[in-house]
């Protein structure tokens, strides 16, 4: 049974990706699920002397961020209704817990080898993006916007090009949920428009590609 009230075994696992505050663990025994592991107190590492005090005076803040990520999935898994597959993020199934700390399901992104799906910035810094790729990419933009997603990190390694059933599409797997304690940008979809704008001109920057802001969309460089 998927999800138990028993601890999921992780000794022996290393993890394939490791963050400040969660590592992220294949879920064993299913290969198309991932587990991000709150990482523990004498295990974690921040160069920011603000974040390191706010976690030792609030430890629960460290929980914070991926509550706004379950928040923010929700409500567009919600929106989508009977159309949940077009999400532009990766599902976040749950909490567990493992040998390691609490931890949060999440879906796995597969290309089309098998393997984790490849980053955007892994695509765009091999040569300049045109054709199918960069017309999937200006999907994945226009969902973004249509579907009022607030995104506080959309950046080239959060984004990547993978398959959920058979279709490639690009997915935001992290940096998604409102950060603010006003949530300024969930009540005001022009304050978010000009986050999200802003934040892909500088994809477009960093990847060779020129950002519209008036068609919200990206054309070859």
């Not at 400040?20 to 064993?28: A, G, I, K, L, Q």
């Not at 599902?91 to 984790?116: H, K, Y």
């Amino acid at each position: 049974m998927l999800f138990t009230a028993t601890p999921i075994d992780l000794s022996g696992h290393q993890p394939i990706a490791n963050g400040t505050v969660r590592s992220v663990y294949e879920f064993p025994g299913h290969p198309d699920l991932l587990i991000k592991v709150f990482t523990r107190a004498e295990d974690r590492v921040s160069h920011r002397a603000g974040k390191r005090l706010a976690w030792k005076l609030f430890p629960d803040a460290r929980y914070r961020s991926t509550l706004k990520e379950i928040e923010c999935e929700l409500r567009v898994s919600l929106k989508l209704g009977a159309d949940i597959e077009a999400s532009p993020l990766s599902r976040m199934l749950g909490v567990v817990q493992t040998s390691r700390g609490a931890g949060v399901v999440v879906e796995r992104i597969n290309g089309p080898d098998g393997g984790l799906a490849q980053k955007l910035s892994q695509l765009s810094g091999k040569k300049p993006m045109t054709g199918k790729l960069l017309e999937d990419l200006n999907i994945f933009v226009s969902k973004m916007f249509d579907l009022h997603i607030v995104a506080r990190d959309v950046k080239r390694s959060n984004i990547v090009y993978g398959q959920r059933g058979t279709a490639p599409a690009f997915f935001l797997i992290d940096g998604y949920g409102e950060r603010n304690l006003i949530p300024l940008r969930s009540l005001s979809r022009h304050l978010n428009d000009r986050s999200l704008s802003q934040q892909f001109g500088i994809i477009a920057q960093k990847s060779g590609l020129t950002w519209h802001p008036d068609t919200r969309r990206f054309s070859g460089g």
